[in-house]
């Protein structure tokens, strides 16, 4: 497994790390997004939707779990799904996501993609913690924060790529100061 961390000034420093990042995936990609409530994995995200070049605003899929942005340029489908309210393995597969043919990425999916592929990309974000929220607040919190989040601080990102797709992790993914 590579391991590579980045430091990301802002939110615009982290959209355009995921526009390009996406000059890398192909069908078959898989993104697990890991991080706090509003460390700004929707905001990668949408960079992605936009270096893929897809149909449609790329949001917060909490309420519908997944959305599927088809490719304007004759690329593979781009699912962004949302896990937050998932409990298992069974239930991501419910949703019967073609995981071989599409560009897929999954906030809050950290353990939930044992046995979907050999290779993928983890990327934790971690942000500055403030105050800790509640266990009531945390919904409505997350739906606020990884709506539309704008972040002027730091965000390191630990980038962890699984199986030989990822191997020269290093070398692939972009330089490009954030």
């Known amino acids: 497994m590579a391991e590579v961390r980045r430091t990301i000034a ?15 995936l192909q069908a078959g990609d898989l993104i697990v997004l890991t991080g706090p409530l509003g460390a700004g994995k929707t ?7 936009e270096g893929l ?3 449609g605003a790329v949001t917060s899929p909490t309420f519908v779990l997944a959305r599927t ?3 304007l340029v004759g690329g593979p489908p781009f699912v962004h799904v949302d896990a937050y309210r998932l409990g298992s393995a069974m239930e991501l597969d419910d949703l019967d996501i073609d995981f071989d043919r599409s560009i897929v990425v999954v906030e809050w999916g950290r353990g939930l993609l044992d046995g979907v592929t050999e290779c993928w990309l983890d990327i934790e974000i971690e942000r500055p913690q403030g105050r800790s929220l509640a266990a009531g607040e ?6 606020v924060l990884d709506l539309d989040h704008d972040f002027d601080e730091p ?3 630990t980038i962890s790529g699984h199986g ?9 993914l972009p330089t490009e100061p954030a």
């Open 10 to 24: 802002d939110a615009a420093a982290m959209h355009r790390f995921g526009v390009n990042l996406a000059r890398l």
């Open 43 to 49: 905001t990668l995200t949408r960079g992605l939707g």
């Open 53 to 55: 070049q897809v149909r």
């Open 69 to 71: 942005h088809p490719s």
């Open 138 to 143: 945390a919904d409505a919190a997350k739906f």
């Open 155 to 157: 965000r390191t990102l």
């Open 164 to 172: 030989q797709r990822w191997s020269g992790l290093t070398e692939l």
